[in-house]
């Protein structure tokens, strides 16, 4: 891994078939880049203190103005530092850094060129990733679905770090703020870390209560109706306190 973090700060990714990172002139963080930094590195620790990725597995993006930070590839996060800050335009050309960033960057790109994401988390969390393999859409066990749109889709399989991936991905985004991917996990966008992490724990939760209510020999589940999720939905916008 030492080696590894050497390969990266020079630029280069020591993973066999990485994409390469378009070169433009980089520059220094902003303050308010430097602050956004902060508080992705913090949300990337929770992802696995909360037992939603393994490693570093994962990966977690924010979008200040017309630049994306992100994860950087095969960096444990309790390693990353100020210092790190890694950083792409719209284009996916780095602006910021030399560490190489996740590989997964297609799939947050796109999210940022389609939807108004502010911040994205993509997890490999257990119980999500196994209901990815299971069907196509999450059954609608919970209100909380409402949270994110309605039924979560699942975006068949692609290659991890495709283009195709993220195509996948943006077709079970439609109307929605998270999605399931077939045998790979869970993408979530909100308007800020907060939003897009709390989508991601939601997600994985009614995942493990679906599998849970299900594996009851000779009971089904009762599910949620379309009109039940619609004012679930409605209540749900109007949540929490208000400034």
Do not use: F
Not at 3 to 22: S, W
Not at 48 to 56: A, C, P, R, W
Not at 211 to 226: C, D
Request: proline share 5%.
């Amino acid at each position: 891994m030492a080696e590894q973090r050497r390969d990266q700060r020079d630029g280069r990714d020591d993973r066999e078939g990485a994409p390469p990172v378009p070169e433009v002139r980089r520059r220094s963080a902003s303050d308010g880049e430097a602050h956004a930094w902060e508080s992705l590195v913090a949300t990337a620790r929770r992802t696995v203190s909360d037992g939603l990725v393994v490693g570093t597995s994962g990966n977690v993006s924010v979008r200040v103005g017309d630049t994306v930070l992100v994860t950087p590839s095969g960096v444990p996060y309790d390693r990353l530092t100020p210092d790190d800050v890694t950083g792409v335009d719209l284009a996916g050309r780095q602006v910021l850094g030399t560490l190489v960033p996740t590989s997964e960057l297609p799939m947050h790109l796109a999210v940022y060129r389609t939807t108004d994401a502010r911040a994205v988390v993509h997890t490999h969390a257990v119980h999500a990733t196994a209901v990815s393999t299971l069907v196509t859409e999450l059954p609608s066990i919970h209100y909380m679905t409402g949270a994110l749109g309605g039924p979560v889709r699942v975006a068949p399989y692609a290659t991890y770090g495709t283009d195709e991936l993220a195509e996948n991905m943006l077709q079970a985004l439609t109307d929605r703020s998270g999605c399931l991917l077939q045998n790979h996990g869970t993408l979530t966008y909100g308007t800020s870390l907060d939003q897009a992490y709390d989508r991601t724990a939601q997600l994985e939760w009614m995942c493990r209560l679906w599998l849970a209510a299900s594996s009851v020999p000779g009971l089904t589940p009762s599910l949620l109706s379309e009109r039940q999720l619609d004012e679930a939905g409605e209540r749900l916008r109007g949540y929490g306190q208000r400034r």
